[in-house]
């Protein structure tokens, strides 16, 4: 039990550290993500929309007790990672790694997530 809250907080730390990254990028360098989305195909108008659903999503994940909107949460980026993964590779930028750690983070927390919740039980 110790060791999966270990890998749990250190897996939604960098989960954290890699969606407040993203969302602050989407925030303050807005034209440099423009002009991405506008190379994946998507419209530009959901840039804040979506930086301010990831800090939504971590809060959701870190401060809420309520499990139904965690798990929103967590397959709000799981979603969100999978496009960006896909996204990546059909532009042929290269850029996809941040998508594959993203995924990484986000099984690892939620997996160890579970193992921590099922054992209060």
């Known amino acids: 039990m110790k060791t999966a809250k270990i890998i ?7 989960l954290t550290l890699l969606m407040l990254f993203s969302a602050g990028m989407y925030l303050f360098n807005h034209a440099e993500v423009a002009g991405m989305f506008t190379n994946f195909g998507y419209p530009t108008y959901i840039i804040y929309p979506y930086a301010v659903a990831k800090i939504l ?8 007790g309520n499990t139904v909107i965690k798990e929103w949460a967590y397959a ?9 993964f896909f996204a990546h590779i059909m532009i042929g930028d290269g850029e996809q790694m941040g ?23």
């Open 76 to 84: 709000g980026f799981f979603f969100g990672v999978t496009l960006a």
């Open 99 to 121: 998508a594959v750690l993203g995924m990484i983070f986000l099984i690892t927390s939620y997996v160890s997530g579970k193992k921590i919740s099922n054992g209060r039980k």
């Open 57 to 64: 999503g971590l809060i959701a994940i870190w401060f809420l």
């Open 8 to 14: 749990y907080y250190i897996s939604t730390g960098l």
